[in-house]
């Protein structure tokens, strides 16, 4: 399906007369290969907290539409990312995650690697004419972090991570996320395109149906935000970050400012990842796409250091992690029905609402994207 024969008008015309985008950009193989080209090869994309590699050797390995990635800590105490392929013949090196030990050693051959990348053994390779070890050592990708977010990309001459948050930083400086520790992690497989998963997590449109017995109703208001993500707030002087009012909550972040005590932020940073940052905790979901009408969607949840020194904080975060898990099994219930519907033969776009603002928004960036340089 070349872009080229898509009409685009009335998905990007004036939200009041806009109608949701074409099938197509959710069901195409053609068009998911063209964003994989021109999106997740170009971008930068998120992939874990720094407290989650915390000693040396540590290592995540993830699968991304570029392929496989590794994230190691150095013995010099320094994060970097690389391809997860041997330079011999391209197994596998790492999976999971787990230490090092100092050195990468290659499953198939044993070839190994030092922390940093630079090849350290090669068995046989004596006879090898132009064999040099300088120039087989693991290929890097750029990496960058921002209160101890990481993120990379492919595109080694990507623009600073900064320039990509534009004015995320000062948006959520009061939550202080640099002290924020990752306690909790999920992963779910979803047979839906990536897009919808981030359109519905930037609408609360749907929230008082799919989760009513959950987090019930809830009222969004949109805010301005200047370079490559989007967000809207949740309005509620309470955290909404657990569903079980019973349950005494967490303390509210020290000194949040007058705007953030309002509500729970919900962003989207471009092109994959979701931040949900509330009064007393953040969580994120991070979409892998993994083909047009396939997904892997990540949840991670975070609080504050000084909370999760509390006594008895494991037992109060529970009713945190069954309210992250639960919502999301809820919407990826509906997700994976509405991308079934998108193959029908009949399906044309329907009108948006007042509510649908993010959803264009995701929708209109990534469109942007794929029609750059064509």
Request: net charge negative; aromatic share 10%.
């Amino acid at each position: 399906m070349p872009l080229q024969t898509l009409d685009w008008t009335e998905a990007l015309a004036p939200l009041k007369v806009a109608k949701s985008m074409p099938a197509e950009i959710y069901t195409s193989p053609e068009i998911f290969a063209a964003e994989r080209a021109k999106i997740f090869l170009r971008d930068w994309f998120f992939l874990c907290r720094t407290d989650q590699l915390a000693a040396r050797g540590d290592y995540r390995a993830f699968d991304t539409p570029g392929g496989p990635i590794v994230l190691i800590r150095g013995q010099d105490d320094v994060l970097r990312c690389f391809a997860n392929f041997c330079r011999h013949r391209g197994s596998i090196l790492l999976e999971g995650q787990g230490n090092t030990g100092g050195r990468v050693v290659c499953p198939y051959h044993a070839w190994s690697y030092f922390s940093d990348g630079r090849l350290y053994g090669c068995p046989d390779m004596q006879d090898a004419e132009g064999f040099d070890r300088t120039e087989n050592g693991l290929v890097p990708l750029a990496l960058d972090s921002w209160n101890g977010f990481v993120f990379a990309s492919f595109d080694r001459a990507a623009p600073p991570l900064l320039d990509h948050l534009g004015d995320l930083p000062q948006r959520m400086a009061s939550h202080r996320l640099d002290l924020m520790r990752c306690t909790w992690e999920f992963e779910i497989d979803v047979a839906c395109n990536w897009k919808l998963l981030l359109e519905n997590a930037m609408e609360t449109y749907h929230t008082g149906i799919v989760h009513r017995n959950t987090v019930g109703a809830q009222t969004q208001r949109p805010i301005p935000t200047r370079g490559d993500w989007l967000c809207m707030q949740v309005l509620s002087t309470t955290s909404i970050a657990t569903m079980d009012r019973s349950v005494e909550p967490l303390p509210m972040i020290e000194g949040l400012d007058e705007d953030a005590r309002q509500g729970t932020y919900f962003t989207v940073i471009h092109p994959t990842c979701q931040f949900a940052v509330a009064q007393d905790s953040m969580w994120w979901l991070n979409v892998t796409p993994v083909a047009a009408d396939r997904s892997r969607l990540h949840i991670g949840g975070c609080f504050p250091e000084s909370t999760t020194a509390l006594p008895g904080f494991a037992a109060r975060a529970r009713a945190y992690d069954d309210r992250w898990e639960k919502v999301a099994r809820e919407d990826v219930g509906v997700l994976e029905g509405q991308q079934r519907a998108l193959a029908s033969a009949l399906f044309r776009p329907g009108p948006l609402s007042g509510r649908d603002d993010m959803v264009q928004a995701v929708g209109r960036w990534s469109v942007e994207r794929l029609l750059r340089d064509t």
